[in-house]
């Protein structure tokens, strides 16, 4: 029982390039959310799925788009990374009645 | 909509000393209520939380909250603080139902001097 586990660990782009990151939980939870983290600015919601199949924008999507491939599985995509996205991304496995179990996180540098 | 302030972005005190921290939301409904910590490089573990019932709710390593519907307030409390406890703290406030969409606060960062 890994929880949630999120890849990569760290990553550095350069402006325009593209790339997915990876969340998948094990515990056979509905809902999955992405959350950015920023000095200053706490956690903020980027996207969520209530259940598979379903995905919803927070309050930051702009720049993000996500895919709920399965109920494991929900990924973040930046289809062109800008020098804003720069961020620690967390991705989040929520229990019924909102109790979250948040995965190690991604250390994301735009260049 | 749902929002959560964190007044306190730094908070300092001395180890053995008790701590407050505060939090106030803004939520139509009877909340779910939250407390996450983070320490430095970590993701974030559940304190507490708060769903019904008894308004004052014990949580791990000896923190307690206390929900105050007339204050809209959720502040996170300890009566001796160690060194260990040196973290940040992050509030946060749950719709419950469906999405269970979880909206946080900013974060208080709290510094423990020896």
């Known amino acids: 029982n890994a929880g949630v586990t999120q890849t990569p660990k760290f990553q550095v782009l350069k402006t325009g390039q593209s790339m997915t990151l990876q969340c998948a939980q094990d515990m056979n939870h509905n809902s999955m959310y992405w959350y950015r983290q920023d000095p200053g600015m706490g956690l903020r919601l980027i996207y969520y799925?209530?259940?598979?199949?379903?995905?919803d924008k927070g309050e930051v999507p702009n720049g993000y788009n996500v895919s709920r491939l399965n109920k494991r599985e929900f990924s973040l995509r930046l289809e062109s990374a800008a020098p804003s996205q720069t961020s620690v991304y967390f991705c989040?496995?929520?229990?019924?009645?909102?109790?979250?179990?948040f995965g190690p996180g991604t250390r994301l540098t735009v260049l | 909509a749902q929002s959560v302030t964190q007044p306190d972005i730094h908070i300092t005190v001395s180890e053995g000393a008790s701590l407050e921290l505060r939090c106030n939301y803004s939520y139509g409904a009877t909340p779910y209520l939250f407390w996450y910590v983070q320490s430095p490089g970590q993701g974030l573990q559940l304190l507490l939380k708060?769903?019904?019932?008894?308004?004052l709710v014990q949580g791990i390593k000896g923190f307690e909250a206390e929900f105050k519907r007339s204050q809209s307030s959720f502040n996170l409390r300890k009566p001796s603080v160690h060194w260990s406890d040196a973290a940040e703290y992050f509030c946060a406030v749950g719709a419950g139902g469906a999405t269970n969409k979880l909206i946080f606060g900013t974060g208080t960062l709290l510094a423990v001097q020896p």
């Open positions: 799925s209530a259940s598979e199949g379903t995905t």
């Open positions: 708060y769903f019904s019932g008894d308004t």
């Open positions: 989040a496995s929520i229990q019924e009645g909102g109790r979250a179990l």
